[in-house]
């Protein structure tokens, strides 16, 4: 089924003409709609020159990183605002950028500047269950699926591209797919992926922190 | 008798007491062991699950123990692991960091090892040994569920120690490596949930050959070793069971431990079986003691029971002994409510009962129930005791004895309740008589004796048989008629006639008949007499030979007619001439022989030789009458006499009333039934009859009147008493007025004077008997007699 849906998406964007879009579906191994997995296509012809976004932002709201996965482009400097009422801590031992944040409020205090591929898990010294994900790419073609699985890569040239999967529970990693885009088109991923499972948040009226 | 000792003092008491003790202690010694035997039993059992629940605790407790070690641990490790520069460190792979920081927090938990690995189970750091750094982490299942599930422990050995192990992940915050902390768990491990868990406690671990390695233990060192073969020997799969130790045995409980791996490794739970049946012991100990005591106890009471029940058996049966030998007297003293008191009141009673009726056998044995006198054993028991008082105080004693003459005529005419009539009287009078200190007894029969003791000389002898003899003077009045009882009574002292008491009565039997055949009243035992008597003897002899060698003659008596003068008959007389002493009195051989049962053969001769006689005489032309006496034994065998006569009579062709048979008086009255029904046939044959010495048989008018006799001969001694005493006239006139008035001829004896022939004639007597006209004489004196006084005494001069 898969790849019947895949040869289809082929098909498709060998039709699109200039600049295309494209949709990617991601279902987990049980063929469930899989979130924030990340889709990301390298261009074919070697590291793309075209550049998108150079900031980001991944806040702090109730304890928690919004977004829970964040796909940035190399070199790219995100800033890290705390909504909360409370002091967060926001470090990452990560070897793709590893850094600290130590406790403040409110304005992110600089911004980190992500300049290797790869990824970093962000934590919060103070809240052991806060966790965020950043995938440091080196292109600016990327996408997140949503609660459906669905990502779209819009304004992505023509051409041929390895297409790439990525999920943070993912239990190993997924095959990079080769494709030609034209116009229109369409992918799709299935990545065994973990649960996530909600690691114990204390709530808020009862911990006056 | 013999026994009787023995029973006294060893008394049925003890054996009584002894069974009801043992008894008792039997009872309560299978009730208490019972329930011993349930106590201890079920005491066991008690302990056993005490011991049971105890372990179960115990291992609870010291799961408990184990998981608050491993929380610790855990705790420990979480706390390193979530440490920022330890993070920092591991993400900068700064080693020197991350080993300082385990080994700060291991101290600081009192870990023996920490160690970090990697997420692909390479260990990074170990506080332990260096050299491990590089190498795969021991338990890499550990790392697999620590990362499942957060945290992951186990016990397991490490280099040949045993550790508790927890492994934790790194989370940063995802897991980017993982701590394990552990602590050795070692013999103060155990001594520590020992002291918690109050059991013992010992580590092992099961290698893959079943064998049993004691890891740590509370064990002394010596007993451990045993542990292990011990376990080994139980099958090791046993979760409860008891093991034996160095001689002591442990309930046992294996508690297995948190392994993943193959290892086996498990804790032993262990509680001396005695520390749980310590307190059953104290109490099994206590519940001997209340048994002992108990049965002390209950010994004493029981023996005072039984003392309570025996000292009054025992009394019983003292007093039982003492009825046996004879003392009825005592009563037994209990005094009780209970069954034994009714025991002895019923023993008392008993023994009023037995000395009443020993008074009554007594005197049944020794009494004469028709008199009341003592009988002849009493007399002769006092006779002896009597002759032995004497001989020892030198002093007398003295038998009286005494018959009536005439009793057997007055008891065979009259009949028994007469005669016994008669006795009571005659015992009365002769009691009213005796001074009261003589023993007055009926020997039997009309047979009395009296003993005389002390008192018993001659005189004294005397002296009571004469008041004897007085008291019998007077008639007995027996159905209106005066009846004379005289007595005759012999005399035997002591010292003289006798030793003993059988010779003593045998001199009184002598003497009494001597008294009797000298009609004295009383005569004293004479030895001399006794002395004739054994002559008797041989006289017995010598009489049989008397009558076939043709010793014994007849003397003839002539019998006169009063009237005229007549010579009416003759009585023959039996003489004896004996070869050495010459002619021999009747009176001396004719009672001996009638005693000696030979008195027939003499009659016989006598009326052979008799009618032999008359037959010569008729023959020659003498007409004479003749008369032979009979004797009482001859009508005894009545029929035999009868033909005897007649056999004689025909023999010698003398009609029968030429023979006349002539019979005591007296001797009528010993049999006078036999005496009466031979006389009817006499007369039938036709021989006349005569009754001699009339006048001292006590026979009656009615017996006489039914006689068949043809004559009465009056005794001698009344008529020779004649002249001296009225009254001898008186009963002389009055029997031949009898004897006139029954149509009897009246014949007198003895007849010495011309007065009493005078006096005879007077009162109208028919014949007459007696010196006066001729002594007895043979045959031929008596025919020259009779020859000279009718060639004499043609006017017939018998008259005057």
């Not at chain 1, 002091?87 to 031992?93: A, E, I, N, R």
């Not at chain 2, 005592?330 to 009726?357: K, P, Y």
């Not at chain 2, 009246?746 to 006209?773: I, K, S």
Request: net charge neutral; hydrophobic share 45%; glycine share 8%.
């Amino acid at each position: 089924m898969s790849r019947f849906a895949l040869s289809i998406a082929g098909v498709l964007a060998a039709l699109s003409v200039h600049a295309a879009s494209l949709d990617v579906q991601v279902r987990d191994a049980s063929g469930a709609p899989l979130a924030d997995a990340v889709v990301y296509a390298m261009p074919a012809s070697g590291p793309s020159e075209a550049r998108g976004a150079r900031s980001a932002e991944i806040e702090q709201i109730d304890r928690e990183f919004v977004p829970y996965v964040t796909v940035v482009q190399t070199g790219t400097a995100v800033a890290f605002p705390n909504r909360d009422p409370i002091l967060h801590h926001v470090y990452s031992f990560s070897p793709a950028k590893s850094f600290e944040i130590k406790l403040y409020s409110g304005k992110s205090p600089r911004e980190i500047v992500f300049d290797k591929p790869g990824v970093v898990t962000l934590g919060c010294n103070i809240h052991d269950w806060m966790v965020g994900f950043v995938l440091v790419v080196s292109t600016p073609y990327f996408a997140r699926s949503d609660s459906t699985g669905h990502a779209r890569i819009a304004e992505l040239p023509a051409g041929r591209y390895e297409l790439h999967a990525w999920h943070p529970r993912e239990r190993s990693s997924v095959a990079p797919q080769s494709i030609a885009v034209e116009g229109a088109a369409s992918s799709a991923f299935v990545i065994d992926a973990a649960p996530r499972r909600p690691r114990y948040k204390p709530p808020l009226d009862r911990l006056k922190y | 008798m013999a026994r009787a000792p023995r029973d006294r003092n060893n008394p049925g008491m003890a054996s009584l007491g002894t069974r009801l003790v043992l008894f008792f202690v039997a009872l309560v010694v299978l009730v208490q062991g019972i329930g011993a035997i349930l106590v201890i039993r079920s005491n066991g059992e008690v302990a056993r699950e005490a011991t049971d629940q105890a372990l179960e605790q115990g291992e609870r407790v010291f799961q408990r123990l184990l998981e608050q070690d491993r929380r610790r641990l855990e705790q420990s490790a979480s706390l390193v692991s979530a440490d920022y520069a330890f993070r920092q460190a591991i993400g900068t792979n700064d080693i020197g960091t991350i080993e300082s920081v385990l080994r700060n927090h291991g101290a600081r938990a009192g870990a023996d090892l920490m160690t970090l690995a990697s997420l692909d189970g390479v260990v990074r750091a170990d506080t332990m040994e260096v050299s491990r750094v590089g190498h795969p982490f021991r338990f890499p299942e550990l790392l697999d569920a620590a990362r499942d599930s957060g945290k992951a422990s186990s016990i397991a050995t490490v280099d040949g120690r045993l550790y508790q192990v927890v492994v934790v992940p790194v989370l940063a915050p995802e897991p980017i490596a993982y701590v394990s902390a552990a602590f050795e768990v070692n013999d103060a491990l155990a001594r520590a949930f020992g002291q918690l868990t109050g059991l013992a406690v010992s580590f092992v671990e099961a290698d893959r050959g079943g064998q049993w390695r004691v890891e740590a233990s509370t064990l002394e060192p010596g007993l451990r070793s045993q542990l292990g073969p011990a376990l080994a020997a139980a099958g090791g799969t046993a979760r409860v069971g008891e093991i034996g130790l160095g001689g002591e045995a442990y309930e046992t409980r294996l508690s297995t431990l948190a392994t993943p791996g193959p290892s086996r490794v498990m804790a032993v739970l262990q509680r001396p079986v005695a520390e749980a049946l310590a307190p059953f012991r104290r109490i099994t100990a206590t519940y001997f003691a209340l048994t002992l005591a108990g049965l002390a106890l209950l010994v004493a009471g029981t023996l005072v029971i039984a003392r309570g029940i025996t000292r009054p058996v025992r009394r019983l049966a003292d007093a039982a002994s003492r009825v046996q030998e004879g003392d009825y007297r005592r009563h037994v003293d209990v005094q009780r409510a209970d069954e034994i008191g009714q025991l002895a009141e019923s023993f008392n009673h008993m023994l009023d009962g037995i000395v009443s009726r020993e008074a009554q056998i007594l005197r049944l044995a020794y009494e004469d129930p028709l008199t009341g006198l003592p009988n002849r054993a009493m007399f002769q028991e006092q006779l002896a005791k009597a002759v032995d008082a004497a001989r020892a105080e030198d002093g007398h004693a003295a038998v009286l004895l005494f018959d009536m003459d005439r009793f057997k005529a007055i008891n065979d005419t009259m009949g028994h309740p007469v005669g016994d009539q008669v006795l009571r009287d005659v015992a009365a009078r002769v009691r009213a008589a005796l001074a009261g200190r003589e023993t007055l007894a009926r020997l039997g029969g009309d047979e009395f004796a009296v003993l005389l003791a002390p008192g018993g000389d001659e005189r004294g002898a005397r002296a009571a048989a004469s008041r004897i003899l007085a008291a019998l003077e007077a008639p007995v009045a027996v159905e209106g008629q005066a009846m004379d009882i005289a007595a005759s009574i012999g005399i035997a002292l002591f010292p003289g006639h006798g030793d003993d008491a059988p010779s003593l009565m045998r001199a009184a039997d002598v003497a009494m008949y001597a008294a009797k055949r000298a009609k004295s009243g009383l005569a004293l035992y004479d030895p001399r007499a006794d002395e004739r008597r054994r002559e008797h003897l041989t006289l017995l002899g010598e009489l049989k030979r008397a009558v076939e060698a043709g010793e014994l003659v007849l003397h003839y008596q002539p019998k006169i007619s009063i009237a005229d003068g007549a010579v009416e008959g003759v009585e023959a007389l039996v003489r004896w001439r004996h070869p050495v002493r010459g002619s021999v009195p009747p009176a001396e051989f004719i009672g001996f022989a009638e005693q000696a049962g030979y008195i027939g053969r003499i009659t016989r001769w006598v009326i052979e030789e008799a009618v032999a006689q008359c037959g010569r005489w008729q023959r020659a032309g003498l007409e004479l009458r003749t008369s032979a006496n009979i004797s009482a034994r001859d009508l005894r065998h009545g029929d035999g006499l009868v033909d005897f006569v007649r056999g004689c009579l025909e023999r010698e062709q003398v009609p029968a009333g030429m023979l006349r048979l002539e019979i005591t008086e007296s001797a009528l009255m010993d049999d006078p039934k036999s005496a009466q029904s031979a006389l009817a046939r006499l007369r039938e044959l036709g021989v006349t009859t005569s009754i001699d010495d009339y006048g001292t048989g006590y026979s009656s008018l009615a017996y006489i009147k039914q006689l068949a006799v043809n004559e009465l001969k009056i005794d001698r001694a009344f008529v020779s008493g004649m002249e001296a005493d009225q009254r001898n006239a008186a009963i002389v006139r009055s029997t031949i007025e009898l004897g006139h008035n029954l149509g009897l001829a009246v014949v007198a004896e003895g007849v010495e004077t011309d007065h009493e022939l005078g006096q005879l004639r007077r009162f109208g007597c028919d014949f007459a008997q007696g010196y006066h006209f001729a002594r007895p004489m043979e045959a031929a004196a008596f025919e020259a007699w009779l020859l000279r006084r009718r060639a004499e005494a043609v006017p017939g001069s018998v008259g005057a």
